[in-house]
């Protein structure tokens, strides 16, 4: 078994720290407030969601809710996803607790079936049956406020509903929101800009309506002695430097700590005490593996997105992109190519940046990829 868990839900005894973090949510929630949950991508905040969940003041005293609408386009999708969410979590808790929700969505009465021999639920719910989103939305959250339980829902990757065809989506969402007693909410998700902007500024309709936490990376010495932990309840050696170079080379980004450190306990032999060495070895190995999916990648790029891309792995984090210096550094075309590609980079998330005050900087959304451009290119 390996300890270091890279997907699924992970155990709480193999789950790193977020103490705080942890508790805090508790505290928040439990004290009836709406919270924001963001992160750089892959910091870990779909599992700290899991986690909190699994707290005893949480578990079987919330109904708890979780939907990821990051593939969701339209406001249809967006009650769908929730809807289908809520069945799934329902449908273990017995036909009374089912039944509750059934009754209330009346919209989608037809979509429901039980099956007339073994009496087990079925929902089978298409887009097209979802005919006016906005009145199954009212039933969701009519249902939500009316649950045998307190509920708790979670949506992530939240920042999509801003891409919505629907106008006023915000404003609908924060109306609902606004008037429950009986559930709250976390928002999540990593597009920080776009998240900020929802919740930060006056004129938007979520504004101030949440208390937010951001999502930093795990401290080293306690990822370091968790790591370490690991190996030994295994009974199996790592030597400190080695698990600080394994969080140091991925400046703690969990993820990619946790992902390499899932390879080095599956591919050194359990007899040996990991040194730094290993750690380099099964990273080069890592980035050998992916080569050809990079390559993949890289073959769909233009020149010029190519070579911005190139330019700004090899700088990790990239500020004044569009200035002379960069350009001149880089040998880059001009300004507004460099402008452009980046533009496509982002929409493909390729690309990330972090905005503080007019200054972006910008770095790779894979931290492997960068690290294979660097050495490839
Ligand atoms: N507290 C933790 N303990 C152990 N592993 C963790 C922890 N947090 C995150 N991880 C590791 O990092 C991976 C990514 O975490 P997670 O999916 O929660 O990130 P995310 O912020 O939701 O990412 P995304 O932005 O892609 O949605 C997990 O699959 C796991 O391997
Ligand atoms: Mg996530």
Redesign the pocket.
Known sequence: MNPF???GI?PPE?????EIETQWLVRTVTGEADVLLT?P????????IRHFYNQPEIKGHYHTFYADIYPTTSLHEFVLFLSKEIYSVLVPKGKAVLDRFLSVLHSLTGSFTYDPVSGVPSFDVKLGDIQAPELTLGEIFDYLEKADLPCIFAIDEFQQIARYPEKNVEALLRSHVQTMNNCRFIFAG?NRHILENMFHSAAKPFYNCTEQLYLDRIAREKYVAFIIAKFREAEREILSGAAQLAYNLFEGH??YV?NLMHHVFSYVAPEKTVDENDILFVLDNLLEEKSHAFAGEMSHLNYQQKETLIAIAKAGKATGVTSVAFIKKNALKSPSSVQYAISTLLDNQILTYEQEGRTKTYSLEDRFLEMWIRRTY
């Open positions: 868990y890279i997907t992970i193999h789950f790193c720290d977020r992160s991508r892959r910091m870990g905040k779909t599992q700290l990593s969990t993820y946790h």
